[in-house]
């Protein structure tokens, strides 16, 4: 772990299993916006295809795909997740490589990292309650934008980036992990139980 920085620091980089984080978060997401991109321009191309992860009516990827909610800014969602997930890897690699970077910078990639659970929340509530659907490329997304948002919060505060209590910073010196878990323990609780009927049967 990263000794905190002074408040007053003006550049931080960050310890190796961290740098790690973000390049398998990163890959992870990147890896998801692919194949479902991929999946999307086969999809525009033969009305009929169906991708290999439509499993079921609940685990049904062409579902999501086809809704209105997977082209919110004009154009498909995962384009986006190649752009961003994109510069996570970089920004990973960076700091494996010892690169360090100003406040602004860290905040910049917080705020991004902050849109992007944010939108996945959004996408979380859209694909149980409207679509009715689950992919399984985008659950792979969702796991993986869940851990980096909260461990690059947490990186945030403890350099002092963020203002926060003493306490807050101590809790996320040792635990931040409690965050994601439960994080991600809420999403699947909420997957379980809104298709209990169907997981059971």
Excluded at 159 to 178: I, K, M, S
Aim: hydrophobic fraction near 55%; include cysteine; glycine fraction near 10%.
């Amino acid at each position: 772990m990263t000794p905190p920085a002074h408040a007053g620091a003006r550049t931080a980089g960050a310890g190796r299993a961290f740098a790690l984080l973000l390049v398998v978060t990163g890959a992870a997401g990147l890896l998801a916006s692919w194949i479902i991109t991929l999946d999307k321009f086969k999809l525009l191309q033969d009305p009929d295809f169906t991708p290999g992860c439509s499993l079921n009516p609940v685990v049904s990827c062409g579902s999501v795909m086809e809704s209105d909610q997977a082209e919110v800014f004009g154009f498909p969602n995962p384009m986006l997740g190649l752009v961003a997930y994109g510069v996570v890897i970089c920004v990973g690699l960076s700091l494996l490589a010892g690169a360090r970077f100003p406040r602004w910078y860290w905040l910049a990639f917080d705020a991004g990292c902050l849109f992007g659970v944010g939108f996945v929340t959004w996408l979380q509530f859209e694909s149980l309650y409207r679509i009715n659907a689950l992919c399984l490329w985008c659950c792979l997304a969702w796991a993986a934008t869940i851990p980096l948002f909260w461990y690059v919060t947490s990186f945030a505060v403890r350099q002092g980036f963020l203002p926060a209590p003493g306490a807050v910073r101590r809790f996320l010196d040792e635990f931040t992990w409690v965050l994601p878990v439960l994080h991600l323990g809420i999403v699947g609780m909420l997957v379980l139980t809104r298709w209990w009927d169907f997981w059971t049967s």
